[in-house]
Every structure is written in structure tokens, then in C-alpha cells.
């Protein structure tokens, strides 16, 4: 995949899940004021109100009731709330089936994406095969019809079928398994993700296939979308009907995602004929042709712009902006040096993002309104999170509050801004508006109108 210069971070991470959830946890651990952690619990009913949900849970100490304002379901693929309100994913499952095998292997292939098709290892079929930290390896090999799935994941069927596949590619180290499982492909959702008082999320909601990682990476983005949106519901700043977007921008992400992991999947397992002859076409003429090699394009995870979305406002001369990122769009990366003071620090912009609506403010030397700074107290007094960052065209001598200084000449023609341009953007990092001009009356619409959930009330 290649790599960008104006990147943070590069163009994949690609880390295990099980350090993912460790992160989680500890982070988790740290926070005992706001999060407790009942392990050996399991859902056995669910039943729900106007103003509240009851759960009833199972533990081996004994069962027992719980009372909750409010529910997210984040209980995966075989999600008991969705099961126990009825509810039922939509969309298409997929016949081809995978085994999945994390090896330990010493080895110094380049860190890549890798897939055989119809390999001499597996005759008919296709594998997969990418690094993992700590010298983890992957390795995905796709099952004939006629093959018994019991049978297929069972050591003594994988581990003959790893090594011949290691032979092919020459790798003669010693190696080990550390995991395996199987793994059928689902393109499925649930229509919405707000069901009164209960949310829907990650592989409670969706589940995505594997190829295009969009899987775990689509999870977050739903956390990241409810969460500040939940949290000011909870604290009475924005109207309920904020969820509703919740539902609405997440259900709309959930559907790009499947969109391109199906074309992927159809890809890598075809479903028919058709599709395994157009495959065969595209990997023999991709040897001679470039300009067919597009075709095999991995899609991997990419951001999602909310079009469609109700909280969208339509900014000032927001049309006449000729590029940077459009409304609904997820901020674009750029390096920037950070002024705090009189010291300055390489940086980029999205360190400058916090938990909270952010209004940036591209100015000739790191001045902000004065009107805009009012607002930012108003807003600290009533618990709204609300922060304004300048971008400087010049270099400032020093500066005080969150200052950036644009000092490659980049920003300002990435976000076609020029002094007095601003962008208004949510905590999830996605763009509320922007203005050629701004003030703090028009900053205020736009908050209200967002904590009004796009409604008039």
C-alpha cells in the first residue's frame, strides 16, 4: 500500500486482537470510577421501557437483575440482546469457507499482503499469508467443497498443510501454531442500530467479511460515533434524538463496508462460475496489462464520509470551497509545528483533536476571534465540550491556547483556507462545516443545531 508523507501513522497497523482487547482492559482497570467489569456474565432476558431496560443475567455465584438508563449491545456476532429482541441481520452469507492459522515463524519476508490463487499448496483454491507483530504470521487457505470443516481444523490437517504451503515459498525455519479456527464469510446488518433504549454495535449490529479489514476497524467507528453522542445525552446537553444519527450514519457506514468486502469476497472466494472465470481473466491478463491490475485491488478499510446525515450543516460559501474535506468527511492529515508558548514541536493535526467539538480557525499569525473565545467559556460553564484551535499562515513568535503553525505551506492549500476560513468539526474527527468567513453567532447556530440532533426543538 503506499505510503503517504502528510501520514501520522502509516497506511496499515495491523496488530493481533487479543492486544487490542489487553489495551482495552487496562485502560479499562484505570477508570474504576467510571467502568466496572463483571466477568461470567451471561444475558438471559432482556425487556424494555419507555425509560429503561432490565436485564436479566446469569453468573455461576447466581442470577440476578439489572436495571440500566441505557444499552449498548456490543455481544458480537452471536449477540443474545439482538436475539432475545427478535431482531435479525440482514444480507448475504457466503459458501466459501477459510481456515485461519496464526504460526510463529522466523522469517525475513517484507511485511505485505500476500495471496496465491490456485497454489500448488492448494490446488483450487486460494491463501492468504500476511505478517503480524512479534514474528506472528497468518495464514488464511480457503477449503474445497468436499472437505469436511471438523475434519480441516483439527492439528494434524493443518500443520501437513502449512509446511507444504512454507516449502513452496522456501521458508525453511522452524515454526509452531498458535491458533486456529474457521471462518465463513457473512455480508449481514441489522437495519438500524437504535431500538428505543438499547444500541447496537459492532458484530452485534454488523458483520463484515474478513477480506478488506473492515471488520474490527467498522466496530471502532461505531464506538467512536456513539459515544460522545451517548455521553451528552446521558448529561441532558443534547436532545435523545442524536441517537437516531447514531443509527442512521453508522447503518449507512455498515453498508459501504459491506458493499466493498462483498466485491473483495466474491474475489477471493467466487460464488460461481461466472465469478471464477471473471477472476481468472483478471489474474492472467494483469501479468502483461497494468491497467487491469486496479482490478485486483484488496479495497482495504477506508474513511466514510456521512452524506446523508441529519446533523449535516451546509456552512457559508461552503460551496465554493474547491477542495479539503467536504461536510460529513473525516478531517485530512497534514504535518503542522505546535506552538505551545515560545516552544515548538513537529507535530500534525490530529494532535490537536480532543474529545470534544473542535473549531478551527486559519488565521495570518495564530489570532482567534475575540467573540469565539466568549463562546469557548459559555461553553465550559454549561459543560458543553467545545475547544478552538488557530492555524497560523506565519510563524508566531509564541502563542498561547492550542496554536499550529503551517509550516510547510501545505494546510492552507489542502483545506483551500485562506485567513478567517474555519472548520467545524465533531469529536468523532468528522466535519460538521466550514465557513469562508465565520463569528461567533454562527458557531452558536451550528452547536445548537448539532445538540438539537438537526431538529428545530
Known sequence: MPNDENQKLSPMLNIEQFYIEQYLLDEVERRPDLIEVRWDCKVTKVERSTKEVLLGLSTPKGDYTAVTDWLVACDGGRSLVREALGLEL???????????????????LPTERLAWFDPPSNPGSSILMHRQPDNIWRIDYQLNKDEDADEAIKPENVIPRVQSHLDMIGQKGKWSPIWITIYKAHALTLDRYEHGRVLFAGDAGHLVPIFGVRGANSGIDDADNLAWKLALTVKGVASDKILKSYSDERVFAAQENLNYGTKSTEFMAPPSFAFELMREAVLSLAVKHPAVRSLINPRQTAS?????????????????????????????????TVVNGSCQLPGYLTDLMKPQFTVFCFTEKGELPRELNSLLSECRRLEIPFGLVAISRVKPLAAEGNVAWDHSGKLFAMYDARPGTCYFVRPDGHVQSRWRETSGVVVRRELEFILAAGTAD
Open 90 to 108: 440482514k444480507g448475504a452469507s457466503y459458501e466459501g469457507r477459510y481456515v485461519i492459522v496464526d504460526i510463529e515463524l522466523e522469517s525475513d
Open 304 to 336: 466514510i464520509t456521512y452524506t446523508r446525515s441529519a446533523l449535516n450543516c451546509q456552512g457559508d460559501n461552503s460551496a465554493s470551497f474547491r477542495s479539503g474535506p467536504s461536510i460529513g468527511g473525516v478531517l485530512t492529515e497534514c504535518p503542522i
